[in-house]
């Protein structure tokens, strides 16, 4: 489709398709509102959302921490991907989504207690096997 400007148009299809999305949308955020346990998932999701955030605005020219803030950074725009997709109807993707959120969460909590331990004066221990 070709808009009076010229401009190619999005498809019906598609056009469809986000509108479903939004009613999708709507059914899960009434849903949520009944259940306590979702919007406690929420909740510890948005606090995971608000630490990534506060960790992207540590200054520093430390790269160990730069390299925490990246993953800080991808790890909230991850978690919002996984929402987005969730609310909308794409349970799948969300969930393998999220999967790598919290691997990442993981990853970024074990870079900052190293760096902890580092700049304390400790060192890292490992049991030999």
Not at 44 to 62: I, P
Request: glycine share 6%.
């Amino acid at each position: 489709m070709i808009d009076t400007q010229g401009r190619t148009d999005i498809p019906d299809n598609l056009v469809s398709l986000h509108g479903a999305e939004e009613q999708l949308r709507g059914k899960a955020r009434t849903l949520i509102a009944a259940d306590p346990r979702l919007q406690l998932h929420l909740a510890v999701t948005e606090a995971a959302m608000e630490l990534a955030d506060r960790l992207r605005q540590f200054d520093s020219n430390d790269e160990n921490l730069k390299v925490t803030v990246m993953l800080g950074m991808r790890t909230f725009n991850a978690f919002a991907a996984s929402i987005k997709l969730a609310l909308s109807g794409y349970h799948q993707t969300a969930h393998s989504s999220c999967a790598t959120c919290w691997k990442r969460s993981f990853c970024s909590t074990c870079s900052l207690a190293a760096q902890r331990s580092s700049s304390a004066g400790g060192s890292p221990t490992r049991k030999r096997v």
